[in-house]
């Protein structure tokens, strides 16, 4: 746990130190749960949302985009049943005076005792060896057996009070667990009360005149209401799909994991329009398809699984979690879900409009169904600069920092160094970068020693460092250093944009 926590802490330095993400208005001490991303960030961020944008708009022929205001008429969150039902159960520690989440503190717990059976399982295949069979010792075994009960009766106790609502139960379930609080380790709970995550702010100058709107806490309402307007005036035919990127907000309890949970952030929203009853197949699409375009990042096969909801949201058939293994432990990363056609009909009753499809084949008019696949874009950034940060031990004893993202991804595709400052080698190094800049984010660096320059490189995900010496001069050839293998080539200058191209060319991610 503490080396876990030790991995944050080096993640959040590391990205303050080499501009990727620094805390809000630092110079006023800051405002808790908002970041601002930097010179470093922010590319990575457009990075992350292009592979987004390509894999689900853009390479999809029925798949289109949509970019809507973030503020909304009220009584959209009012159909969307955010106004009545978007809380979140809240607890005191009177002890610590922290505030938690009662839901997630019985999730904390239902997770350790997740781990005690994957221990149980790790003994069990060190003991047993090649003849280890995972299937069977998981339904067999009696401490893993009699620890899946226990998980079985949390989850049942826990769906059941928040399905109705009942906050006693809840708080019954934290005492009968016997959880406590991790800053004062005390158990002196206050009772759980509901919290509304929506900002209010009040819209119109003139007293009087104004009224509550909210910033809205998810994109997805923007898509729903104009789902007519791009049906029509795009031709669109179900099933099809309209995706957003955009800000949410969220007056979230607790906001203390650095960019995993903030109270603005971003989303990357698709809802895709089906027919009635054919929702099942295409959550499965979805769920396969959104999991391909996470493992094709290559951050590791074992940092992701899948969780279903125990508790369904109000408007959902079917629901699960993409989790994520960050340096705090398994968490959400994205959210699929089978909406139902709850959303388009609430906006039909509270609106008074028809929100339907004519579907030619069918000759029927009906409400489609809707499955959302919602990632947030913070998060995927959390996961690729925590999975893709390591400190290398090196065969010479030094070390190195490197950040190993994604090359596709990489703020930086190349840098060009020239190996001094004089002899025509910086003119010679901006000639290279002006006939690569169409295609690829360069940087020049000409500071300090090769070495130095390369770690500085490592440190912030550089694919390639090309180095300008006075061979280059000559034969116009340049060694070229691979930052994950750190081997060095000298090839001609005219390869260089098939070489790096190769490898950091998006299509590699998007086949
Ligand atoms: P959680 O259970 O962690 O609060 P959620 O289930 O409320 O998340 P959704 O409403 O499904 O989240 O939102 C979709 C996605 O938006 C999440 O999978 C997550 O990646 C992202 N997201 C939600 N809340 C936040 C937040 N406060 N900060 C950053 N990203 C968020």
Not at 256 to 269: A, G, L, S
Request: hydrophobic content about 35%; charged content about 30%.
């Amino acid at each position: 746990m503490e080396q876990r926590e030790d991995k944050l802490k080096e993640v959040i330095s590391h990205a303050k130190e080499y501009g990727f993400v620094f805390p809000s208005s630092e110079i006023y001490d800051g405002l808790a749960a908002t970041y601002d991303y930097g010179q470093l960030g922010v590319e990575l961020k457009n990075n992350i949302k292009a592979y987004w944008w390509k894999a689900m708009v853009q390479m999809h022929e029925n798949i289109v985009g949509l970019d809507a205001a973030i503020f909304m008429h009220p009584t959209t969150w009012k159909a969307s049943g955010h106004v009545d039902a978007f809380n979140d159960p809240l607890i005191d520690n009177k002890d610590s005076k922290k505030r938690y989440r009662a839901d997630v503190l019985i999730e904390e717990h239902i997770e350790k005792i997740r781990q005690k059976i994957d221990k149980e399982v790790e003994k069990g295949s060190k003991k047993f060896g090649d003849d280890f069979d995972e299937v069977q010792f998981r339904a067999n075994n009696p401490n893993v057996v009699r620890n899946k009960e226990k998980i079985a009766a949390i989850e049942g106790r826990m769906k059941d009070a928040l399905e109705h609502n009942d906050l006693e139960g809840v708080y019954q379930l934290i005492v009968d667990l016997e959880i406590s609080c991790p800053i004062s380790g005390s158990k002196n709970w206050t009772e759980v009360r509901q919290f509304n995550l929506m900002f209010s702010t009040e819209l119109g100058s003139v007293a009087g005149d104004a009224s509550t709107i909210y910033l809205r806490p998810e994109t997805a309402q923007g898509i729903f209401v104009n789902f007519l307007n791009v049906q029509k005036s795009g031709r669109m035919k179900v099933p099809f799909g309209i995706a957003q990127i955009g800000k949410a907000f969220r007056n979230e309890i607790v906001a203390r994991q650095f960019i995993f949970r903030m109270r603005e952030f971003e989303q990357m929203e698709m809802q895709f329009f089906v027919r009635p009853g054919e929702e099942m197949k295409w959550y499965e699409y979805w769920k396969s398809t959104r999991e391909k375009w996470h493992k094709a990042l290559n951050l590791g096969e074992k940092l992701y699984r899948f969780h279903d909801h125990i508790k369904l949201a109000h408007y959902a058939n079917a629901a699960c979690d993409i989790e994520f293994n960050f340096p705090m432990g398994f968490k959400e990363l994205e959210g699929i879900h089978s909406r139902t056609d709850f959303d388009l009909k609430q906006h039909e009753h509270y609106s008074g409009k028809k929100l339907q499809y004519f579907d030619p084949e069918l000759n029927q008019n009906y409400v489609p169904f809707v499955i959302e696949t919602s990632v947030g874009l913070d998060r995927m950034f959390l996961a690729v600069l925590s999975a893709a940060y390591s400190n290398e031990l090196l065969e010479d004893g030094t070390e190195r920092t490197v950040l190993s993202i994604p090359p596709a991804l990489a703020p930086y595709k190349v840098a060009v160094l020239p190996l001094t400052k004089k002899d025509g080698l910086p003119e010679k190094a901006r000639a290279i970068i002006d006939a690569l800049k169409f295609d690829f984010n360069c940087q020049y660096d000409e500071k300090d020693s090769i070495g130095k320059r390369y770690r500085r490189q490592d440190a912030i995900g550089t694919p390639f460092s090309v180095t300008v010496d006075h061979q280059t001069l000559e034969d116009n050839s340049v060694t070229i250093r691979d930052r994950d293998t750190m081997e060095q080539v000298r090839i001609p200058v005219s390869e260089l944009h098939q070489v790096i191209d190769s490898k950091v060319n998006m299509k590699h991610l998007l086949n």
